[in-house]
Every structure is written in C-alpha cells, then in structure tokens.
C-alpha cells in the first residue's frame, strides 16, 4: 500500500510539471547564404581566373569561402580559400568541375555551390583545316568568326607536312570534360605517315612511327583511321588491322601505343566502316575479294559469313568486286564495287555480330557520274548520300535511285566533302571551303565561304568544346 501511494504522488507530480511547462518550442531555422555564381567560368590559359560571386547575408564576417577545383588527370584537387577566387590558371585546357563551399562559423553549416571552369585556348573553337598545296600538306585553323590563321604547322616547324589524307580527333568520350589527347594527322607518305598535334597549341607531340611499341623500319602505308570513344584509334597499317592500346591509364605515355596487328589470314583494303558504337569495324579483302571484320576491343577478326536462315542475295564472302567504297548508316552498311565487265554494283547488307544479312545486289544506274577521285559521303539517320564528280556534287537516293545536282556550283574541282550535321555538309575545292544546307526545303545552297588559304582542302575537324 505504501509503494502505491508513493507512485501516485509522483505520477501527479509529473503531470502538474508539464502543465507549468512554458517552453518555446519553435524552432527558427538559422539564415541561409545567398550566392550568386555562375554555372561555366572561361579562361585562357595563362591568364589570371578571377571569381568573385555576390553574396547575401545578415553578417558576411561570420562566413568563410573555400574553391575546389578538381583536376582528375592529375588525380588532385586545388584548393583556395577567400570570398574572392583570383589565380593564374596554369592547368590544361579543358573543362574542369569545380566547387564553392560557404561555411557558417557561428554553427558550423556549410554550403556548397557547384560551377566549371572552362579552360580555353586559341584553339578550342573552329575548325581544322587540311589542305594540299602543290603536293604539300598545310594545318590551318578557321576561327569562329572567319579568320584564318594559315600554315600553322608549316610556321611552327618551319616544313610543309607531306601529302595529307586525314584528321583522326582522339577525345576521351568516357572523362571528365572530355579531354583532347590530341589529333592525328594521317599522311599517304609512306615515310612519313603522320604527325600527332597538341590539340590546345598546334604543337607537335610525335610522328607516327613512334607510335609503336616497336618503331618499326622501312615503308609504312597508313590510314583510314577511326577515332574511338576512349581517345584510341583503329585502322590500316600496310594492310593489316591495328588498335592503340587502351588497356592503361589515359595519360599514360604508351596509351594508344601500337602493339601487333590483329591476327589472321588477311589483307584489308585502306576503306572502314564502323558500326554505331564501333564495336565492329568492316573492310573489304582485295585478295579474296569479301567482305571482313574486326573487332577492336577484344582485337578479334572474322571472314564474313551469311546469317543462317534464307538464300542470300550475295555472297559476302566472295563479291569478286574491285571495291570503290564502304559506307555505315544507322542501320546497314552499302559497298559499292566494280565487277569484272566494268560495272559498278551497288550492294547493301546489315549485320548480326560478324555474321552479315544481304539486302540487296543492283546495278548503280548512273556509273558515268563514278571518277577515281569521286568523294562520297552518307547521312546515317536519312540514308541520303552525296558524292562528287568533278566540279559538281549529286544526290543520292537508293530507295528510289534518284540521282540529282544539288544546287551550289563550284569553279574547280571538289576536293572535300564532309558531313557537318543532317542539315548540314562542307565541300572543299581550291582555295574555298563552303558550308551548304542540305535541310528539309534545301538543296545544298551555299550559306557560308571561307577563303584566305592556300591549296585544295582535304580534311576538316569542326572543335566545339562547350556545346
């Protein structure tokens, strides 16, 4: 009885406890910075960064700043502290992610504010230009609002580059801020094939032979190539398949180094097509004369066979056609040869892995238009294609085999021709480069010229790092 009493003494204690309880209990969230800042900084490098973000709050002395700047090819952050960021900006250039922490000394918040820092170079936006002038490759560079800066490499080095035949951009697809390792220049010369060029400053970083883990000796037939999303690069080297080496860190010196050809029984012609991802990259056999693949990540080749199932309608692995190009759409690819009365064929096929799926075999209906130095090009999403004779450019269209001038006339012959966009294509001859329209209600109508350099363009590489 006693224990009883005791409890309701206690439980009636705690009850008038809380009924005196006068407490505030609403709680007041503390003030919140308010900065403004940018989401890109752009900044040559070289020149001094200055940020200096407007900031709101009750009591500024009570806030302290501090700027991370990521830089994931050197695996480090740099760090500033103060309201204002104000450096020299000696990284590389490229996009770099960045940071603003704000913290609030008198409670220990903190903020933080992400932005980018963009680091450019006279070269970061515009287009490279290849041209052969006389015999003699020239590297120019088209700023955005026309200008020319003409015979980079020539004044730099004071020698012309030799015969020229293609710009390979190697641009890590899978990084932060997409880094350049530089462009490719691809050159018919067979000793010396090509160049490697510092994408930021034009400067040169190697030639082609030392880009072998064994420099090999005597004549190198180089090219086509085709640039890979991981900044490597496959292609043709004295009729073999190589593939740089990717299996090292990015800025590792040997990355995209040569090793040996892929293996097997063949010969591959100097024409490519890649499929969309570029898993698989077809060629053509001038000895058997098929159709053959390649596939870079795991440096594995197949001779073609046909795809189980129905009668083919050609025999992918003997086309006993003297191959005048290979072209990837989204979808197919389309090989176009000359057989042995003369004629050229037109043939389309899709693929199942290394195993091809024929389409169909026809006679292209007008071979008068075909020259040893036709240029062809084909808009992958549209299945349109476009390909030179002479001074003129034509339009193709294999679902009705409409074959028709487009509307731009040009004094020379066509040097160039290149996909921009599927609104858009460039055409070279000597001494112009033009941009055509080829969008819906347009027939390749001229919209733009640029002029101001020597030569017959060959090769163009359109660099847009921001957009």
């Known amino acids: 009885m006693k224990h009883l009493i005791i409890f309701f003494i206690g439980l009636t204690a705690f009850f008038v406890s809380c009924i005196e309880d006068n407490g505030n209990y609403d709680y007041t969230e503390p003030e919140t910075p308010v900065v403004k800042i940018d989401s890109v900084y752009s900044v040559f490098v070289g020149d001094q960064l200055v940020i200096e973000p407007e900031?709101?709050?009750?009591?500024?002395?009570?806030?302290?700043?501090?700027?991370?700047?990521?830089?994931?090819?050197?695996?480090?952050?740099?760090?500033?502290?103060?309201?204002?960021?104000?450096?020299?900006?000696?990284?590389?250039?490229?996009?770099?992610?960045?940071?603003?922490?704000?913290?609030?000394?008198?409670?220990?918040?903190?903020?933080?504010?992400?932005?980018?820092?963009?680091?450019?170079?006279?070269?970061?936006?515009?287009?490279?230009?290849?041209?052969?002038?006389?015999?003699?490759?020239?590297?120019?560079?088209?700023?955005?609002?026309?200008?020319?800066?003409?015979?980079?490499?020539?004044?730099?080095?004071?020698?012309?580059?030799?015969?020229?035949?293609?710009?390979?951009?190697?641009?890590?697809?899978?990084?932060?801020?997409?880094?350049?390792?530089?462009?490719?220049?691809?050159?018919?010369?067979?000793?010396?094939?090509g160049v490697q060029i510092d994408a930021s400053n034009m400067?040169?970083?190697?030639?082609?032979?030392?880009?072998?883990?064994?420099?090999?000796?005597?004549?190198?037939?180089?090219?086509?190539?085709?640039?890979?999303?991981?900044?490597?690069?496959?292609?043709?080297?004295?009729?073999?398949?190589?593939?740089?080496?990717?299996?090292?860190?990015?800025?590792?010196?040997?990355?995209?180094?040569?090793?040996?050809?892929?293996?097997?029984?063949?010969?591959?012609?100097?024409?490519?097509?890649a499929s969309p991802d570029k898993t698989f990259?077809?060629?053509?056999?001038?000895?058997?004369?098929?159709?053959?693949?390649?596939?870079?990540?795991?440096?594995?080749?197949?001779?073609?066979?046909?795809?189980?199932?129905?009668?083919?309608?050609?025999?992918?692995?003997?086309?006993?056609?003297?191959?005048?190009?290979?072209?990837?759409?989204?979808?197919?690819?389309?090989?176009?040869?000359?057989?042995?009365?003369?004629?050229?064929?037109e043939l389309k096929f899709s693929t199942g892995g290394q195993m091809v799926i024929t389409q169909y075999k026809r006679e292209f209906s007008r071979p008068d238009l075909i020259r040893d130095d036709t240029k062809w090009i084909l808009l992958p999403g549209l299945e349109v294609f476009y390909f030179t004779s002479g001074n003129k450019v034509y339009k193709y269209n294999p679902l009705n085999e409409s074959i028709e001038p487009i509307s731009a006339q040009f004094a020379s012959n066509v040097s160039m021709l290149k996909t921009v966009s599927s609104e858009m294509i460039a055409v070279g001859e000597n001494g112009r480069l033009h941009w055509l329209d080829i969008s819906v209600g347009h027939n390749g109508e001229i919209v733009q010229t640029i002029d101001g350099f020597e030569g017959e363009p060959v090769d163009i590489y359109i660099r847009k790092d921001l957009q």
């Open 55 to 193: 900031v709101k709050f009750y009591n500024k002395d009570l806030l302290s700043f501090e700027w991370t700047i990521i830089d994931p090819d050197q695996m480090t952050d740099h760090r500033y502290e103060g309201a204002k960021l104000d450096i020299f900006f000696a990284l590389g250039a490229k996009l770099y992610s960045a940071r603003l922490a704000v913290t609030d000394k008198s409670n220990g918040m903190k903020y933080f504010f992400p932005f980018s820092i963009y680091g450019n170079t006279a070269f970061n936006e515009g287009t490279v230009l290849l041209t052969s002038n006389n015999g003699h490759g020239q590297l120019s560079f088209i700023k955005p609002d026309g200008v020319v800066q003409e015979n980079i490499y020539g004044n730099m080095y004071h020698e012309d580059l030799p015969k020229l035949l293609q710009i390979v951009p190697l641009q890590h697809q899978n990084m932060t801020g997409k880094p350049y390792l530089g462009y490719w220049i691809i050159s018919s010369d067979k000793e010396n094939p």
């Open 203 to 273: 400067t040169r970083i190697k030639f082609f032979r030392e880009n072998f883990f064994s420099i090999p000796k005597g004549e190198i037939a180089a090219g086509p190539f085709i640039p890979r999303d991981d900044a490597t690069m496959c292609g043709v080297v004295n009729g073999k398949f190589y593939t740089g080496a990717f299996e090292t860190y990015y800025l590792s010196p040997a990355y995209g180094y040569f090793g040996t050809p892929i293996q097997g029984d063949y010969e591959v012609a100097p024409v490519l097509a």
């Open 281 to 345: 990259v077809w060629g053509y056999n001038p000895v058997k004369k098929s159709l053959i693949c390649f596939i870079p990540p795991g440096r594995l080749f197949f001779d073609a066979t046909a795809m189980p199932g129905p009668p083919p309608v050609f025999d992918p692995a003997n086309r006993g056609l003297e191959l005048i190009t290979l072209l990837p759409s989204n979808s197919a690819f389309y090989l176009f040869g000359k057989d042995n009365a003369g004629k050229i064929q």
